[in-house]
C-alpha cells in the first residue's frame, strides 16, 4: 500500500464510488478478502457499493446472501478466524439489528476470550442516516450502540478521499472494524481521489477549518453541516475550529483537547438521538481533558428522541445550519 501524499494519479469520484474502488482495490490486492451481503452480486448492492465486483472476481469472492444479518455476520466470523478477511454488508444500519447478539457476543470478545490465540479481522460496512426520505428503520444513526462496546472500531469518514483511504486501512486492522456510510453523502459531492490504493489511519481526526473562538466537532453527514455554518457565522467575524472526527471509537482525544483549549467553547452536532449519543461521551471527554480552559457550556445540537421520522418531516429531525448557527451564537455570548 503506498502513501497517500505520494500519489499523483487521481480520478473524480462521489463518496459511494470511492467505496467502491476500495473494495476493488481490496479484492485485487490480496486473495483472502470477501465480500458478503444482501443482493451485493448481480445488482451491486442496494446503493451500487459493490457494482461490477462480482462480474469482475466471481461468485466465489463477492458472495450474495441469504436475507440473514445474523447468518452474514456469523459466516463473517468464522472465515475471519480461519484466516480470510470478509467484508460484510448491511443494506442499512437499520438492519443491523438481528445481527446485534452475533457483533456483541461474538465479533468483539474472541480475542480477549481466546487470549489473543485469535482476532476477527472483519469488516462490517452499514450505510446509515437520514436525509434521503428512506422509511424510518432505512435511516437510523446508532453508532453510540457500537462505541460503547470495547473490542470494535467504529469509522464513520465524511468525504470520498476519506472513505477510500480508512476502507483500506478498516481492512488492514487485526480487528473487527464497523465501517459507517452515510446514505446522504453517497452522491452528495465529488472530489479527486487516488487511483492507487492507500490508507488514512483510524484513529486520527481531520481539522477541516482553523479557527480561534470556537470549536466545532461533527463526523459522517453533518460535517458539510458545521463547515456550512463555521462558513456562515466567518461573516460575523467568528471564526470556528472545525473537526471531522472520522473514527468515533477510538477517538483523538489529542486532537479534541487540543482544539478545545486554544478556544474555551465546543459545539457537537451528531444526526443521531440526543439521550445515550455520542455527543455525551464528547462532553465527559472535555471535562476530563479541559475544563479549566473552558469560557462556556458545551452545546450539542442533535437528532431528537424519536424515531427518525417519515418524508419531509426529516428536515425538522435533523441538524440544519440554523441550529447549528444557534448554538455557536449561544456559547460565544456566553
Known amino acids: 500500500m503506498i502513501n497517500l501524499e505520494k500519489q499523483s494519479k487521481t480520478k473524480q469520484m462521489t463518496l459511494v464510488q470511492a467505496v467502491n474502488d476500495a473494495l476493488r482495490v481490496a479484492l485485487e490486492s490480496d486473495a483472502n478478502v470477501l465480500l458478503l451481503g444482501e443482493d451485493i452480486g448481480r445488482n451491486g448492492g442496494v446503493f451500487r457499493a459493490t457494482d461490477g465486483l462480482q462480474e469482475a472476481f466471481g461468485e466465489d469472492r463477492v458472495i450474495d446472501t441469504p436475507l440473514s444479518e445474523s447468518g452474514i455476520v456469523g459466516t463473517g466470523v468464522g472465515l475471519a478466524i480461519s484466516g480470510s478477511k470478509p467484508i460484510v454488508e448491511m443494506q442499512f ?162 486532537m479534541i483537547a487540543e482544539s478545545v483549549q486554544k478556544t474555551g467553547k465546543a459545539v457537537i452536532v451528531h444526526e443521531a438521538h440526543s439521550t445515550g449519543g455520542l455527543g455525551n461521551d464528547l462532553v465527559t471527554l472535555i471535562n476530563d481533558t479541559s475544563f479549566l480552559y473552558m469560557k462556556a457550556p458545551v452545546e450539542r445540537v442533535t437528532g431528537f428522541d424519536v424515531p427518525p421520522p417519515l418524508g419531509s418531516l426529516e428536515d425538522h429531525f435533523l441538524p440544519t445550519e440554523s441550529r447549528v448557527i444557534a448554538a455557536i451564537k449561544r456559547v460565544i455570548q456566553f
Open 93 to 254: 444500519m437499520g438492519f443491523i439489528y438481528p445481527a446485534f447478539e452475533q457483533i456483541m457476543t461474538h465479533v468483539t470478545r474472541i480475542r480477549m476470550r481466546s487470549m489473543g490465540t485469535y482476532s476477527v479481522p472483519i469488516v462490517i460496512r452499514a450505510p446509515y442516516g437520514a436525509g434521503i426520505r428512506a422509511p424510518e428503520i432505512h435511516s437510523d444513526s446508532v453508532e453510540a450502540f457500537f462505541t460503547h462496546m470495547p473490542g470494535i472500531k467504529v469509522v464513520c469518514p465524511s468525504s470520498p478521499a476519506d472513505a477510500k483511504g480508512l476502507l483500506l486501512a478498516s481492512l488492514a486492522d487485526p480487528d473487527p472494524v464497523l465501517f459507517m456510510e452515510s446514505l446522504r453523502l453517497y452522491r452528495g459531492e465529488r472530489e479527486e481521489v487516488p487511483v492507487e490504493g492507500y490508507e488514512i489511519e483510524i484513529g486520527k481526526g481531520k481539522k477541516v477549518l482553523e479557527g480561534n473562538d470556537v470549536t466545532l466537532l461533527a463526523w459522517g453527514a453533518m460535517v458539510p453541516i458545521i463547515k456550512k455554518a463555521a462558513s456562515t457565522v466567518a461573516k460575523e467575524g467568528i471564526s470556528c475550529d472545525v473537526i471531522d472526527l472520522r473514527t468515533l471509537f477510538p477517538l483523538d482525544r489529542d
